[in-house]
């Protein structure tokens, strides 16, 4: 393997990396509308 | 998009208010993002919401915003007093935030007490003003008024039972759904007027 075939590598390695780092951030960070639970269930639930 | 409906109420959908800033009135500082917003169906309200930090790199926080620090929510921004506001989990209003709940309402199958399917909750109908859960938006049902896919505005009661998948509603809300958001505020009143009416003659 030349020096720009380990390079290329090297590239698409990092762009799958970021890639799915963005991906589990969004996850992270998204919202929801969450019904809080019925008050029987809060204690000890 | 959110409306102002014939009695000037600021209506907003629950998904709007997720992801925008919590501004501190003292300094004018954000300090937070909304993530989930909160509600009770018992109460028919917000309990507050959890939040996550600024900037796309960090995550969710660890203090929830109760709805009792909240001083205004807006088209833009949740204003809080100042950044004492935001509370650990576990103290105080906090704590029914951070309880959890039964899962993200979105998505979940609408029916009514007479059995009727209506369709999937797309989002939830908050008053910005009072923080009242006046409704669902929905992806109507195939036969639902002849609006197969479209998104509709479903009224509900004030309290109101939620568990596992399912949500009810009484079969009366059936003629107050509407499809546009502008005017919505309106017909919620007439429906729980109604409601009301149903059950001082039931007496």
Redesign the interface.
């Given at each position: 393997m030349d020096v720009v075939t380990v390079l290329l590598l090297v590239l698409g390695l990092l762009v799958v990396t970021l890639a799915a780092f963005v991906a589990v951030?969004r996850r992270?960070?998204?919202?929801?509308?969450?019904?809080?639970?019925?008050?029987r269930l809060?204690r000890g639930? | 998009m959110s409306a102002r409906g014939d009695d000037k109420r600021l209506l907003l959908r629950?998904?709007e208010i997720?992801?925008l800033p919590v501004v501190s009135i003292a300094d004018g500082e954000a300090v937070a993002?909304?993530?989930?917003?909160?509600?009770?169906?018992?109460r028919g309200g917000l309990?507050g919401f959890?939040m996550?930090k600024r900037g796309?790199?960090k995550?969710?926080m660890k203090a929830v915003l109760p709805i009792s620090s909240v001083v205004a929510i807006g088209r833009d921004a949740v204003m809080v007093a100042d950044t004492d506001a935001c509370e650990e989990k576990g103290s105080g209003p906090a704590a029914?935030?951070s309880?959890?709940?039964?899962?993200?309402?979105?998505g979940n199958e609408v029916l009514t007490d007479a059995g009727r399917r209506l369709g999937k909750v797309t989002?939830?109908v908050v008053a910005a003003d009072s923080g009242a859960v006046l409704g669902y938006e929905l992806e109507g049902d195939e036969d639902l008024q002849g609006h197969a896919g479209q998104r509709l505005f479903l009224p509900i009661p004030d309290t109101l039972?939620?568990?596992g998948q399912a949500l009810m509603v009484p079969a009366t809300a059936e003629p107050f759904i509407r499809d546009d958001l502008s005017g919505f505020g309106a017909a919620v009143d007439e429906f729980r007027a109604e409601l009301a009416r149903g059950r001082s003659n039931r007496r």
């Open positions: 951030q992270r960070r998204a919202g929801g509308v969450i019904a809080a639970k019925p008050r809060r639930g | 629950a998904t997720s992801g993002d909304v993530k989930d917003v909160v509600y009770d169906p018992e309990v959890t996550n796309f790199l995550g969710p029914e935030v309880a959890g709940g039964v899962g993200n309402v979105v989002d939830v039972a939620v568990s």
